[in-house]
Structure formats: C-alpha cells, structure tokens
C-alpha cells in the first residue's frame, strides 16, 4: 500500500507520521519550496494532543508549547464572564497547548524527515491534478519553474488547505471560500505575563472581539510572555474579500483606534497591539461542508475537507484527529483501500460537518454574543444576564462537538 500526501502542513504532516507509525509506505509533497516558521499562534486541544503524543510527540510539544490553564472569557468592560479549566489542570488526560504554529509546524516537518527520510518529504511540488484508473492514482505536481513530474501510489490524501487543488477538481465550481465579513488581525508581542501566565482570554462579541494567550515555553520559563493576540473586527460595508493569504501584512493604524476604550484588568490592549514587530490579517473564512470527501482514490484531509472559523481552537486540532482517523482506518482495513477510505469518511465528515456549522453559531463565544447582547454597558448580577444553567447548556453542547470528551493516544500496529 503506497499512501501519497499532497500537503505538508500541519494535517499532512501528522497524517504522514501516523500512517508510518502504522506501518505504511508514505510519501509528502509539499508546494512550498522552503519551509519557514509562518503563522502566529494556534491551540491544539487535549484529544489532539493525546494523537500527537502517542506518536512520540510528548517532549517536542512540551518545550515549544504553553500548556494552557484556562480560558478566560470577559465582555469589553473587562468583567470576567466565564472561565473553564484547560488540559491536565482541568483533570484531561493531556495537555492543551498553545504554540506559535510555524514552530510546530517545523518540528513536525524535522520529525517527519528523520523517521519518512528526507526523500520521503518533499518540497516544492504543487498538486495540479489527479488521475486514476483500477490500478492506481496518479497525481501531476508542478515545480515553481514549470517542470512537470507524476507521482503514482495506491491511495492520495489531499491535505493541501483551503485552496485544495484536489478538492478544486472534484467540485470545480465552488468558487471562492465564504467571508464573514470578519477581518482577523493577528499579531505575536513579547509582553508581561497576565493572569495566571497560562490563560486564554477572549473578550468582546462578534461586532468585536479581542483573542490573547502565551505560546512559547521559553518565554514563559523567562518569567514574560510571548503573546500571540488576535483583535476580530468587522469589515467596512465597501471591502472586498482580499484572496486569503496567512503572511498578508496589515497596517496597525487601521484598527487599533477600535480598541481604544476597552478595559482588562491585567492587560493594557492597545500597548499589546503596538508592540508587535509585525500585524498580519485574514479574513475569518470558511467553506460550505461538503456531501462528499472521497473520489475512488482520492480524500480529502484537514482544511482541504473542513476549512472552518478559526474558534474554539479546532482549526489543526480537526486535522490532527483526521490524520488518526485515517491510520486507524488503514490499520482495520489493511490493503482495502476503498473500506479504509469509506471508514475515515463516516468517521470523520458528520463530525466536522457539525463544528464547520457550530462554529459559524460563534461556538463557545456565543456566551460573548448573548452578555453583550443582553447587557452591552457592563452588568452587576451575572446570573440576570446569562443564567448558569443556559451558559452551561451552550458550553456542553459545543464540547461535545469538538470532541472535547475523546481520549485517546496515536494508533500501532499491531
Ligand atoms: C502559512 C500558513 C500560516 C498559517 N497561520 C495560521 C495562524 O496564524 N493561525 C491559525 O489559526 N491558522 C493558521 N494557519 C492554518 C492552520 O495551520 C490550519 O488551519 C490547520 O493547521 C490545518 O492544517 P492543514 O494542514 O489542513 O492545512 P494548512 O495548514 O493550510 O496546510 C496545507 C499545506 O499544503 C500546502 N499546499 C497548498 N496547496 C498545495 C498543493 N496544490 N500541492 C501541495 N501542497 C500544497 C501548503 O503550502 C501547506 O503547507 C496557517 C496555514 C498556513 C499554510
């Protein structure tokens, strides 16, 4: 069984090592020529972290990651609205983490080199298209040069994002991803610890909203804090949707006025939001689920098959559970490719089918939305504005969705 990947993002990546850790034959292909730390600041939840480590990541991610204690959800006034205990401090069986994504991303491509072997990872090869006939699939990949070459293996998972070429040629006229009409400002500062040093704040509503947490380890170990920050502010009625690009830089000046009377206890924003070196935006997009993920030969994989809002941390956590779905897949169905495949679909799609359509509810943040809604200049009483019981009815629907229940470690072959 020779399993070919197009992607080498985080979802590949992972993807690759579990099925080689499965015992497969595996091969990535990457378009990007050099891979470079991109990115900000990302959350892998405790059932992602639980893959990750049963492939032997425990340690990597321990040293580059904070292990989140907290999320801390606050309205503009800088009350505190709600809090829920993350990872180990919560009693999960592993760590939630927050990391700079290009760091993870890099030691996940190190990783992958050392146990694949480097010829088993390779760089600078965009899928263009796929072909396949009964006995094998055939992928064309093209060189930043031009130069066309074709690559032929049993199976090919299509972890190529959001703009997916596999994907593309499946459902050619999907068109361009769906815009919220969010804009995602994003920046990384080196700043003082706040709170407990480990805590995920996220204040605002939807009209609005500012993101905050620690991502490096190393800072944290230092007594200060890398703090990745995300400020969500709704586009102006005349702006087009620019193409999504995660290292478009952006002018600070266009937003941070926005930010100018919002309080929080620990935390100045405004100064947060200056001192980054760089400030990039993304337009907070999705796509419409999809009816189907698998063609004969071919599936799709992480944000090529499920590109959802960036909330509520599901963003690499999803891809990361795909990639364990798919080896546990090849690993019950050995050479039946077509059951494997089918098996990945049925577990995987309902599941980020759902979240694709939660997160588009605002997910978690929905608490954010209603104290806002119901109370826009601050509250007194909490329990008048968003009873207990309904906070944890939005809380324990949405967890349940993410997966928030799941344990589980990395699959073996037996
Ligand atoms: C450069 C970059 C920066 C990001 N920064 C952030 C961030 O700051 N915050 C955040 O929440 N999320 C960020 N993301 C998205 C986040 O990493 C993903 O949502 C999540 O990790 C799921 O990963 P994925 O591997 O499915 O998709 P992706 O992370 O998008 O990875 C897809 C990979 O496929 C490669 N690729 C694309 N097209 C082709 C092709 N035709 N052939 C071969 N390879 C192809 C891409 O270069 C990329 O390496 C970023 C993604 C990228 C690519």
């Known amino acids: 069984m020779r399993i070919l990947i197009a992607g080498g993002g985080i979802g590949g990546l992972t993807t690759a090592l579990a099925l080689h850790a499965a015992g497969l034959d595996v091969e990535v292909v990457e378009a990007t020529a050099q891979l470079r730390p991109l990115g900000v600041g990302i959350n892998v939840l405790p059932h992602a972290v639980g893959v990750l480590s049963g492939l032997g990541l425990a340690d990597e991610m321990a040293q580059l990651a904070i ?8 309205n503009r006034h800088g009350q505190r609205i709600w809090q829920d205990g993350r990872g180990l401090d919560a009693g999960y069986p592993f760590p939630q983490y927050s990391v700079h994504r290009g760091e993870m991303h890099l030691m996940l491509y190190r990783i992958a080199c050392a146990r694949l072997g480097a010829d088993r990872v390779i760089t600078g090869q965009r899928l263009e298209r796929f072909d ?35 994907r593309r040629q499946c459902y050619p006229d999907e068109g361009l991803p769906r815009w919220s009409r969010l804009i995602l400002y994003r920046g990384v500062t080196r700043s003082a610890q706040f709170l407990s040093g480990r805590t995920m704040v996220q204040m605002g509503s939807k009209a609005q909203k500012f993101v905050c947490y620690p991502i490096s380890r190393a800072a944290y170990d230092a007594g200060a804090s890398l703090t990745n920050w995300i400020a969500c502010v709704q586009a102006s009625a005349d702006e087009a949707l620019k193409p999504e690009d995660w290292n478009r830089k952006a002018d600070v000046e266009t937003f941070v006025h926005r930010y100018a009377d919002w309080k929080f206890p620990d935390l100045d924003i405004v100064a947060l939001i200056r001192g980054a070196e760089e400030v990039f935006e993304f337009p907070m997009v999705d796509r419409d689920p999809l009816p189907r993920w698998t063609f004969g030969r071919m599936t799709l994989v992480g944000d090529a098959a499920h590109p959802m809002y960036p909330i509520g941390s599901n963003g690499a956590t999803q891809a990361i559970m795909d990639a364990r779905a798919v080896a546990d897949a090849f690993l019950q169905h050995g050479a039946d490719w077509r059951a494997a495949l089918a098996r990945y679909e049925d577990q995987r799609r309902n599941a980020t089918t759902a979240l694709t359509l939660a997160n588009r509810r605002e997910g978690l943040d929905r608490i954010l939305d209603l104290v806002d809604e119901r109370a826009p200049d601050g509250f007194t009483d909490l329990e008048a504005v968003l009873p207990a019981r309904e906070l944890e009815a939005i809380v324990s629907e949405y967890k349940t969705l993410a997966g928030h229940h799941v344990t589980i470690g990395a699959p073996k072959a037996s």
Not at 67 to 74: G, I, K, L, S, W
Not at 134 to 145: C, I, L, P, Q
Request: no cysteine; glycine share 6%; aromatic share 6%.
């Open 132 to 166: 396949q006939d009964d006995g094998a699939v055939r992928a064309t990949f093209s060189a930043r040069d031009g130069t066309r070459s074709t690559r032929t293996a049993d199976v090919l998972l299509a972890a190529d994002g959001i703009h997916s070429a596999a």
């Open 67 to 74: 292990p989140t204690r907290e999320v801390a959800f606050y």
